[in-house]
């Protein structure tokens, strides 16, 4: 019987032939650029699928290195520095390249055939293990992933729910109900709470910290005193004039991050109230600019770099086909008593 000859592989031009678009128009839609129409884009991607095409620029993987690809969206907050910092030190320590990636844009990383194409890049370049930072609408990615058997590990997860996932955290609970219980020991009773997005785990698990002290206390959480918005130094600003404002303000705010609560400090100078004389203010992360705010903020200290290496050794350790011992690590807390909060005032 004769054999069946070998199908061609899909091309660049074939997909733009096929879409009745131009091959620059396909790139663009496979990288997620924002300047391609959404209905051009449905085509592009659904011609990808249908062609099964597959990109064949990118160099084969180093049968003698390995690389594990850090994916984030923003890289210049402080908290994915320090994590990336025990990231670094642990793929050095592992003789492991590093890979910095950002995602693809949010409203395309959702689609599949995106994912794949994404997944597909880091497996030609030698990946052998992903690692997301505190990465939004992460679900596709970590879908298309599992479906090439390349292990992905998210640290501090935002807004999946993911059965398969794998995740480093924080005790995020047990760190914001020991900061409220801190600020409680200090006679405050009206402690108001800005918190991160409602998405959030790791937001989500620190409200009910706080939550949970204040429960524990004797005392009401005054619905009036509870904010939820983004990680965001403008939005800790914003809330904090509202509460600070109010007719009967808080004498203490927590903060669900250290750059809400730098917000809280800068309105707080602003509106010429005393920090801690007037006002105690706590944070979460302690990250390093947590020492050197005016006056030095007491935090939640959470091991940033701890959180990347665990990241890296349970990445490494799937990608040699070990199981997890746990499918969510959390790293323990512990709070830095600094001069940002004292007694009630009287």
Known sequence: MAQEPARRRATLADVAAAANVSRATVSKALNGREDVAPETRERVLATVAELGYRPTTARAPSASRRALAVVFDIPASPYILGVLEGVLASATDAHVDLLTRLAPERASRTQRAVAREWVTDQRAVGVVGIIGLTLSAPDALIHAASDAALPFVMVDPVDTRHRRMVSVGSSNWAGARTAAEHLIGLGHTRIAWIGGPEASDAARDRLYGYQAALD????????????????????????????????????????????????????????????????????????????????????????LGGMGRMAVETVLAMAEGRRPASRHVELATSLSVRESSGPVPR
């Open 216 to 303: 524990a206390a004797g005392l009401d959480v005054d619905p009036a005193l509870v904010r939820s918005d983004q990680f965001d130094v403008a939005q800790g600003a914003r809330h904090a004039r509202e509460l600070l404002t109010l007719p009967s303000p808080p004498t203490a705010i927590m903060a669900a991050d250290d750059e809400i609560a730098l917000g809280v400090l800068t309105t707080a100078y602003a509106l010429g109230i005393r920090v801690p004389d007037q006002l105690s203010v706590v944070g979460f992360d302690d990250t390093p600019q947590a020492a050197w705010t005016t006056p030095p903020l007491t935090t939640v200290h959470q091991h």
